[in-house]
């Protein structure tokens, strides 16, 4: 499962992280979620380049691994960590089955469920994020809002990035975004649609007693900038949110 596209957008991938959206939205409903993580330990899925691996050590927790199955996104990871050492960990794994000898406080994982093209594939990414939590732990992330199809949408362009789908969605069709980065690069990923219904049932088989839909949040700073008014309207992005009780 989880093929390694990203090999081949690596340095794209990690410049469309300073599209304006990441921040305002993307970034702002991740840490609202994430909580207070000061000394917390914490596991990164999908971690990439390690955008966020790196901010949340910033943010004080206590540690942090990072693991993605793209060998190219983990070797910018570890480029930027050896350049400026801040104690963060990668490792080049798929996440679908990753075993962990020690339990984590937090999981977070920004873009990992949208890779699921099966409820079996979700459900064994939401698994392995109930077993790597110690109990109480929170599993954290922002991904595709799978219930907001495109087609019902205005255009994303101004934000930096297009979304298309089929008009009517079935389990397993692809959601491609294509993204234009600052500079004019653009790239394309594919994630993929599974329903509403699919998500819920994967986390309460993994043994998640509450996980719900979250945001996504716009920065307050932002909140007189009608820049926003469409991406707020139509959500194509969201968050999430689950607790190990
Ligand atoms: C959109 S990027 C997000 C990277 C990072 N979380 C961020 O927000 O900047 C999605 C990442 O998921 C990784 N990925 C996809 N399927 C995976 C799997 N089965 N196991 C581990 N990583 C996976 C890709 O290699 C890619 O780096």
Sequence with gaps: MGDKEYDDIAGAYKDSK????????????????????????VLDL????GFYTRKIKQAGARSILGVDISSEMIALARKQEEKRPIGCNFLVHDV??????????????????????????????????????????IFV????????????????RKYGFEKSASKVQKEGD??????????????????????????????????????????????????????????MEYAPLIGFKATKK
């Design 174 to 231: 692809v959601i491609r975004y294509t993204i234009t980065n600052g500079n004019g690069t653009a790239f394309s990923i594919n994630n993929f649609y599974l329903k509403p219904e699919t998500y819920s049932w994967a986390f309460k088989t993994a043994g998640f007693s509450n996980f719900s839909w979250e945001g996504p949040f716009l920065n307050p700073n932002q909140k007189e900038n009608s820049f926003w008014d469409t991406f």
């Design 141 to 156: 992330g922002f991904n595709d809002n799978i219930a907001a199809n495109p087609n019902f949408a205005p255009s994303f």
């Design 18 to 41: 300073q599209l304006s959206f990441r921040k305002y939205i993307e970034e702002y409903t991740l840490f609202r979620l994430l909580g207070d993580i000061r000394g917390k330990s």
């Design 96 to 137: 679908s089955n990753l075993a962990l000898d020690e339990k984590k406080d937090v999981v977070s994982a920004a873009y990992l469920l949208n890779y699921a093209k099966t409820a079996s594939e979700l459900l064994q990414f939401c698994e392995v994020a109930f077993d790597s939590l110690t109990s109480g732990g």
């Design 46 to 49: 999908a971690c990439g380049e």
